[in-house]
């Protein structure tokens, strides 16, 4: 059964050997984040409950592997105005906004495994 997803949005890969790479990247302010991370814990339970215990690298005979990584920043907007008098720029610094959460997630895997995959988040690779 397909699975929508609203965050995670996955570009599809092959290489000559066969091996499937989806990568997927998200940022979102704190309102979104729980539900990044939900739709994160959903992919991930999936890929753990259809391909149990084959999970690890590839070239050891795995038949799927994934990297997951955050990064939490937080900006501050400058307020820019220019003064044609001297001809340069004035600078004033606001305070820091709130933080944006950016999440990768990157899903490598046997045809097999990209075939299951896709079948399940078709929408969420752009495949219909």
Excluded: K
Excluded at 10 to 33: I, K, N
């Amino acid at each position: 059964m397909p699975i929508t997803l609203h965050y995670l949005d996955f570009e599809h890969s092959e290489d000559t050997e066969g091996v499937a790479t989806f990568e997927a990247m998200a940022s979102v302010g704190p309102a979104q984040l729980a539900a990044l991370h939900a739709e994160i814990e959903e992919v991930l339970t999936w890929t753990y409950e259809a391909f149990a215990d084959v999970r690890g690298p590839l070239d050891e005979g795995f038949e799927w592997d994934h990297d997951l990584q955050s990064q939490r920043e937080f900006t501050a907007s400058d307020e820019l105005r220019f003064d044609p008098t001297s001809g340069r720029l004035q600078v004033q610094s606001g305070e820091p906004g709130l933080a944006r959460h950016t999440v990768t997630l990157s899903i490598t895997g046997t045809a097999r495994f990209a075939e299951a995959f896709m079948a399940v988040f078709n929408q969420a690779i752009g495949l219909s």
